[in-house]
């Protein structure tokens, strides 16, 4: 049977033996870890970089509200000649769009400039069914 200075003698190594393994161990994995992390930065979008898109820019598959998409549909079609103006009407997946023609236009370009607003918004929102008719 071993003498108690024996014991004590050897839990003294072990301890200092352990002791020095993690002291070894720690100062490794800090001075590793501050070569191999990189720090990170993600957009303000909310999302934390799980995605890298800002919420509010409208998609395929990402439902609006009928203000947002009233104003996105205004826009889009400013840029097709011969519209002044337009107005949009929701009712559920449907969109009904009245535009407001110039007053030079022919009678034979306005299914034109209708079918251009038509082509406009169903490219740029493919989740309604676009309905288009001219106003005087």
Known sequence: ???????????????????????????N????????????????????GRTN????????????????DYKLMTNAIRGVPGVV????TFNGADAYVTVKTAQGLKANE????ERQVASVLRFNFPRYNI???SAP
């Open 1 to 27: 049977m071993p003498t108690k200075s024996k014991t004590f003698a050897a839990l003294a190594l072990a301890a200092s033996l352990s002791l020095t393994l993690v002291a070894a161990g720690c100062g």
């Open 29 to 48: 994995m800090g001075h590793n870890a501050a070569q191999k992390v990189k720090t990170q930065s993600y957009g303000d979008d909310g999302f934390l």
């Open 53 to 68: 898109s800002y919420p509010k820019i409208p998609g395929r598959h990402m439902a609006l509200n009928y203000d947002n």
């Open 85 to 88: 103006g337009a107005n949009v």
């Open 110 to 113: 306005i299914p034109t400039v």
């Open 131 to 133: 309905h288009v008719q």
